[in-house]
């Protein structure tokens, strides 16, 4: 008994085991993919080809009014499909309505939508007090979800005055009201290509401190390809008293942390990676693997599930669903999960070049 970890999985809920030699192995698989993978691809979770006709809709408001998508024919419009309930979908609208607020009267559009109002009330209330003055409609039947290739909330889609696609965002991010704003100012011929590039690029002296915390991070990186965790949690932590705003930094501490079985650090170190970069997958299924480990199986399902839908690599994050459903008793999920590890493996969604070109 003493080499087993006891994980309570939920109240009334059978209880699970998991022996502790099985847990190090799968973390350093973790930690194995975290540093061949990240930020070497950017999510691609909008399916919307650009120059190609955005599909038409018909879709009710919130107040009841029948709005059509060929309504605003001649405009830029902006479409952000949203969760009323997600905190990060009510920042997207408060930015949403600012920008709006300024660029309306050029001839820009925003619209937007919300897949399922279980509470019309509680849903016009928060339009109400964020003042919010665009239309948002309801994509009851999930039309727009499916043509628009939506893929994790919010997500915002720009269309040309001749309502071809143009730019897709998924997620939040904290530069999320420069981006549209920049792009809406190029289609408005406010601003030049270059003009954009360096207005998303700034060119910029890397300051001591972030110089220090880069140094700090690919040492730890090494001692942990050599095995030597101690000494690569020791790094790390430099690395963020050098800057602590470096979400990798934290990250990379976070699975340091949850090889050593250390919970609540691992949890401290995920969570605040994920306030510095809210659409990180590998801070989300981080922390959902951590969830996992304390025994807290719904929330870790919530996040795992949410880092599923904007992360281009999600074989571990799926395989931490399969665990977690297997926990609970819910084989059939479990095993749904666990064959999509497989399928993502045989369709080799991550090919030899694409591996030695994050190395």
Do not use: W
């Not at 470096?246 to 650090?265: P, R, T």
């Amino acid at each position: 008994m003493n080499n087993i970890v006891h994980l309570k999985a939920h109240e009334g809920k059978q209880s699970m085991f998991i022996t502790k030699r099985a847990i190090p192995l799968i973390i350093k698989v973790m930690l194995f993919i975290f540093i061949l993978l990240p930020n070497c691809y950017s999510a691609v979770a909008i399916e919307a080809p650009t120059g190609k006709a955005a599909p038409e809709f018909r879709l009710t408001s919130l107040d009841g009014n029948v709005i059509s998508l060929s309504d605003y024919k001649g405009s830029i419009v902006v479409l952000v499909y949203l969760r009323a309930e997600q905190t990060r979908s009510l920042t997207n609208i408060d930015e949403v309505q600012d920008i709006y607020t300024r660029y309306k009267e050029k001839g820009i559009q925003m619209i937007g939508i919300i897949a399922e109002v279980e509470s019309r009330e509680a849903i016009l209330k928060v339009i109400t007090e964020r003042k919010i003055d665009f239309p948002v409609l309801i994509d009851s039947e999930r039309n727009v979800y499916g043509n628009y290739g939506i893929r994790v909330y919010p997500s915002t889609v720009i269309l040309d005055r001749d309502g071809k696609f143009v730019y897709g965002i998924p997620g939040h991010a904290l530069s999320y009201k420069t981006r549209v704003e920049g792009d809406l100012r190029f289609m408005l011929g406010e601003i030049t290509e270059k003009e954009l590039a360096e207005l998303f690029f700034p060119r910029a002296k890397t300051d001591k401190a972030t110089l220090a915390a880069e140094r700090k991070y690919n040492l730890a990186l090494k001692f942990l390809k050599l095995g030597l965790f101690e000494q690569a949690i020791d790094v790390a932590k430099l690395s963020i008293e050098a800057k602590p705003d470096i979400a990798k930094s934290h990250i990379l501490l976070g699975f340091l942390f949850l090889d050593m079985q250390d919970v609540d650090e691992a949890i401290e170190e995920f969570s605040t990676a994920l306030q510095i970069a809210p659409d990180s997958h590998d801070a989300m299924t981080g922390l959902g693997a951590t969830l996992i480990l304390k025994g807290e199986i719904d929330s870790a399902i919530e996040i795992l599930t949410e880092a599923s839908l904007s992360n281009p690599y999600p074989q571990m994050t799926f395989y931490e669903l399969g665990k977690a459903y297997e926990l609970i008793g819910e084989e059939d999920k479990s095993i749904e999960m666990f064959k999509k590890v497989i399928e993502k493996i045989v369709n080799k969604s991550i090919t030899p070049s694409s591996i030695s070109r994050c190395e």
